[in-house]
């Protein structure tokens, strides 16, 4: 799939990783829809990286708000062809703490409504969408990557909750794929490692330096840029599909 005249959806598009793939496919010639619940920062994109891209105020979880942010992405561009889904949220909680405060299900279900049915949101309407699209030479309709973590695999104490949703992104990629390749459109699932972004800047300075540490080469925190430019190969290079990919630096997250 060529980046440059085709049309994408961001979610999470508003910071971090989703903020960096914007950048990079707008500066790619890409048109970019934004799909995102924090709008100040979202249209901060757009007023800076101009006409190629557009905002769209989006619950990842809730059908007629993606619904709307994908009719948002055809308007503007007259066919969808790529989304990357990177909204997500961490909900660091114990099991059960020093206290012995029982984890509060209602939180655990949050985090698994958000990052893994908002996930499986996007993807079955964005699915929808791009299997209207005219195939190119290769077959190929459209391309969805989505955004597990390395928690996936190795998820320490008190991620639980998102380790169990970043598991699910991992698992639906492969099932995911063989559906809908009948369509020429590709699943993949990216497994990033600490990148620099305000969610991993959530945690503590001293926790953020032991992460650091943890990374065997290069010894620091990822770079956005580094997440966007695999998606950028992601979305050019077609024989990748239905696998998932850890960008980490070769870390392997300790027990605790
Ligand atoms: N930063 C890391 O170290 C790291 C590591 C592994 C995985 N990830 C994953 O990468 C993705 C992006 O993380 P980031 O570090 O860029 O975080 P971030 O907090 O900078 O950005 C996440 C974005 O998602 C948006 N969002 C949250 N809930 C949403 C919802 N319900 N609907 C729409 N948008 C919503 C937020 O408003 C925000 O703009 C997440 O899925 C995260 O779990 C991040």
């Keep these: 799939m060529q980046v440059e005249g085709s049309t994408f959806l961001v979610t999470g598009g508003s910071s971090g990783l989703g903020g960096a793939t914007v950048r990079m496919l707008a500066e790619r010639g890409a048109k970019v829809v934004i799909a995102d619940i924090n709008r100040e920062d979202g249209v901060g994109f757009v007023a ?49 703490d020093k206290d012995g405060i029982v984890h509060p299900l209602d939180l655990f279900a949050k985090g698994i409504q958000v990052n893994l049915v908002g996930t499986f949101n996007v993807t079955r309407l964005a699915a929808k969408a791009m299997a209207q699209n005219v195939p190119t030479s290769e077959g190929e309709r459209g391309v969805i990557v989505n955004t597990a973590s390395i928690a996936a695999f190795d998820g320490q104490i008190g991620q639980a909750c998102y380790s169990a949703s970043k598991a699910g992104v991992v698992g639906m990629t492969l099932p995911l794929a063989r559906e809908l390749a009948r369509l020429g459109i590709r699943v993949m699932t990216v497994a990033p490692g600490v990148f620099e972004t305000p969610m991993a800047l959530e945690v503590s300075e001293a926790v953020r330096e032991s992460l650091t540490r943890l990374a065997l080469f290069p010894a620091r925190l990822g770079r956005p840029s580094e997440f966007a430019a695999l998606v950028g190969q992601i979305i050019e290079n077609v024989m990748l599909n239905g696998e998932v990919i850890r960008i980490d630096g070769a870390v392997r997250m300790p027990p605790r």
């Design 48 to 96: 800076e990286l101009g006409e190629r891209v557009r905002f769209a105020l989006t619950d990842v979880t809730s059908e007629p708000q993606v619904q709307a942010s994908i009719e948002t992405a055809l308007d503007f561009g007259g066919s969808l062809l790529g989304v990357i889904h990177c909204a997500g949220i961490v909900t660091p909680r114990r099991v059960l």
